[in-house]
């Protein structure tokens, strides 16, 4: 079974408006972490934003904000006022910590693709 | 120059040839990882490594070799390399508190002919 579902495989978005990012995920483990990275065409995979199963508040980085719905297993991207740099590919991945182990490894969604329109 | 870096950036190789992609961090993070990406299967865990000395399979790691010496180098070799193993390959790395993020390096684009 899928663990974390990005139910959009491409979006459009007009810049300065804002958009929001799906993201599902399916644990059973009490503590996790959610985390969301950019992918420009460039290549590289860069950090954006975390959130931690017990944070009690939504995380906020810049214009990046995390829509935590913990009951709901959702994790939404809420970028505000586009800018043309933001088109890239984007990923929602997840953490489990006791069901891990020691791995540290992150689960990754199939991503989605933003298009900023001028 | 800090960070963490991966060379070749690009390699075309072909079936049947050993071939090692390098991975590099100045941080001296503990933990290390490889990931594949590939379209429709987004990222997945080759290997990873928690210490110097210390390594472990991932989801996907036929095919592949791992060592870990020294606690800044992290290479993957594939030991006779398959049209399936094209793709791009990442190295990251993370501090050993939990919730620290992964840093990535650029990538490797491997493709074998």
């Known amino acids: 079974a899928q663990k974390i579902t990005q139910t959009q495989p491409g979006m459009f978005v007009q810049e300065k408006e804002a958009v929001t990012l799906d993201c599902t995920y399916d644990t059973s483990d009490p503590s996790y972490g959610l985390f969301w990275y950019k992918q420009p065409s460039s290549g590289e995979m860069i950090f954006l934003i975390y959130q931690g199963s017990y944070d009690q508040q939504n995380a906020t980085e810049g214009r990046y904000s995390l829509n935590f719905q913990k009951a709901r297993k959702s994790a939404n991207l809420v970028i505000s006022a586009s800018q043309l740099g933001d088109s890239a590919m984007y990923f929602c991945?997840?953490?489990?910590?006791?069901?891990?182990?020691?791995?540290?490894?992150?689960?990754w969604g199939l991503g989605t693709s933003l298009a900023v329109n001028p | 120059d800090a960070g963490i870096t991966q060379s070749p950036r690009y390699k075309i190789t072909e079936t049947g040839r050993q071939v090692t992609l390098m991975c590099h961090q100045t941080?001296?993070?503990?933990?290390m990882f490889w990931y594949r990406q590939d379209l429709g299967h987004g990222l997945r865990l080759i290997y990873y490594s928690a210490a110097a000395d210390i390594t472990d399979k991932g989801e996907v790691p036929d095919g592949y070799v791992v060592s870990r010496s020294k606690t800044e180098n992290f290479p993957l070799t594939l030991e006779s390399a398959t049209r399936s193993q094209t793709s791009v390959y990442f190295c990251?790395?993370?501090?050993?508190?939990?919730?620290?993020?992964?840093?990535f390096g650029p990538g490797t684009r491997l493709t074998v002919t």
């Open positions: 941080w001296s993070h503990s933990y």
């Open positions: 990251a790395s993370s501090e050993s508190t939990q919730w620290y993020e992964q840093y």
């Open positions: 991945a997840m953490r489990e910590i006791h069901n891990a182990g020691n791995n540290r490894k992150l689960i």
